[in-house]
């Protein structure tokens, strides 16, 4: 059993700084991991999670890997249980420099608009009658929040470099004379990047492997597929070592990270396969076409699809970092769209379905 801000310490200048999980029963939030590194005079810390208990944890470990005579803070996205104590670099004495996304800037000002948003897609297949409200408390737990800090900017005010690591090629930005890689990714969500850190070989890909679906409004599968490939690509070429992300509280080594990322490609290749079937199953009553209905165009009850692929989820050992129904929903819409499927109109019980295909006539 691991407890919120415990240590894993890599090498005497990089600790792995552990969170909790999510229980919204409990009034608990989740808090991602984050990263101490120290990069020559460099104090690098890669995220900061949320609670006070965290920040003390961060402090603690800053003090461990010392020493240092300036800070760098890297937010690899704007979700509330990454940048909660953002300001923290602020009070170190020390000069100090901050980087955030720019697609994230926006849900970091208004992280309240953010999930009401997020639960108000998913309001009828999640039976979510007070989406609005379910957001409010749910943000709530994430205290005190502090995303921004005196120095903080965004990675994109700085010009974009070609970083070659091994055999792959990224777009991104380096610091502390390049020991430090920040690699845009954008699967989970529009702004993620994931860190490289040169000299211990570590991978942090904060939440892209949070399991084999994103369940955000702004994921991208295939980024998030695509980024779980050039990850295991940089193991099996011997430029990473070790790898660890937001919510595993361990550090996979080697062989077993290539397995990890493996099995979760294979599981989002296995989720879509059940998805077509899902699909199926829940075509809306007096439809015919059975199995293949969301292929021939039928009309698919949201509702019901959400049961199934919760069930299927259950099966396939698929659960993420927040193994609930609402995440679960959040999942089974976006695997709704990548089988092509859409919303019939705005209304919460709207059934989904292809949109026609037109091929096109020559003129004349």
């Known amino acids: 059993m691991t407890a919120l801000g415990d240590l894993i310490e890599i090498d005497d200048r990089t600790v792995l700084v552990l969170g909790q999980e999510l229980d919204l029963g409990r009034g608990q939030p989740d808090v991602a991991n984050a990263l101490v590194h120290r990069a020559g005079d460099t104090l690098v810390l890669v995220d900061t999670g949320v609670t006070e208990a965290f920040r003390t944890a961060l402090l603690e470990a800053a003090g461990r890997v010392g020493p240092w005579s300036r800070a760098l803070v890297l937010t690899t996205h704007g979700h509330l249980d990454h940048v909660g104590n953002n300001d923290l670099a602020d009070g170190l004495g020390v000069p100090a420099e901050h980087c955030v996304p720019a697609p994230d800037v926006a849900q970091m000002r208004d992280p309240l608009g953010y999930w009401v ?8 297949p999640a039976a979510l009658t007070d989406p609005a409200g379910t957001a409010a408390r749910v943000v709530s737990l994430f205290q ?3 995303p921004f800090g005196e120095t903080t900017r965004t990675y994109e005010e700085r010009p974009p470099e070609q970083i070659r690591i091994g055999p792959l ?12 890689r920040v690699l845009r990714s954008q ?11 040169r000299d211990p070989g570590v991978l942090h890909l904060s939440d892209e492997d949070n399991g084999p679906c994103g369940a955000m ?8 597929q695509t980024v779980l490939g050039s990850a295991a690509a940089l193991f099996e070429a011997g430029e990473a070592e ?3 992300d937001g919510h595993t509280f361990a550090v996979r080594r080697g062989p077993e990270a290539v397995s990890h990322l493996d099995r979760l490609l294979s599981r989002a290749a296995a989720l879509q396969e059940a998805g077509l079937g899902l699909a199926g199953a829940a075509a809306v009553a007096g439809e015919s076409g059975g199995a293949e209905a969301a292929g021939a165009g039928g009309r698919i009850d949201a509702s019901a699809f959400t049961a199934r692929f919760g069930r299927a989820v259950a099966d396939l050992g698929i659960g993420g970092a927040n193994p609930n129904a609402l995440f679960t929903a959040m999942m089974a819409v976006n695997q709704l769209r990548e089988l092509g499927l859409r919303p019939e109109s705005d209304a919460p019980d709207a059934p989904w379905s292809r949109p026609p295909s037109r091929s096109c006539k020559p003129d004349g």
């Open 217 to 224: 409004a702004d994921a991208d599968q295939l980024k998030i």
């Open 144 to 146: 005190p929040m502090r």
């Open 187 to 197: 699967g989970h969500c529009a702004g993620h990047v994931i860190v490289h850190l």
């Open 242 to 244: 070790l790898l660890t």
């Open 169 to 180: 090629r990224f777009t991104g930005w380096t610091f502390a004379d390049g020991a430090v």
């Open 117 to 124: 948003r997020a639960f108000e897609r998913v309001a009828g």
